[in-house]
């Protein structure tokens, strides 16, 4: 069993990632808006519909550095050329990421 997220997961959520569009996705970041805790009831209902398998990969997703996660953002961009992913690996929306990820956890 992997212990760390590769591109294939990335891949298999990339229609939630990409559900923003890319103008929209970015001034999100840059305002570090809340968008768990804005969302809250879909996140909530999104968890509780997981399998053992998503579960643990969330789990993953919580404890990984927001370093690598950013990485693994840059990898999947530079494979699929999707904008979302190239702002959310910008180094400038680390503080988006980790307010989003601790909001996360609170849920869970």
């Known amino acids: 069993m992997e212990d760390k997220l590769t591109y294939d997961d990335v891949k298999d959520y990339e229609h939630l990632l990409t559900l923003a569009p890319p103008f929209l996705l970015k001034r999100m970041a840059k305002k570090n808006s809340n968008l768990v805790n804005k969302f809250k009831p879909r996140v909530q209902s999104f968890i509780n519909s997981l399998n053992d398998n998503q579960k643990r990969k969330l789990d993953i997703l919580l404890v990984t550095d927001v370093n690598d996660l950013q990485e693994l953002m840059g990898e999947a961009y530079s494979k699929s050329n999707k904008k979302q ?14 307010l989003n990820i601790e909001e996360l956890k609170k849920i869970v």
Do not use: C, G, Q, S
Not at 85 to 94: E, G, V
């Open 85 to 98: 992913y190239k702002i959310l690996a910008d180094p400038k929306n680390r503080e988006f990421i980790e």
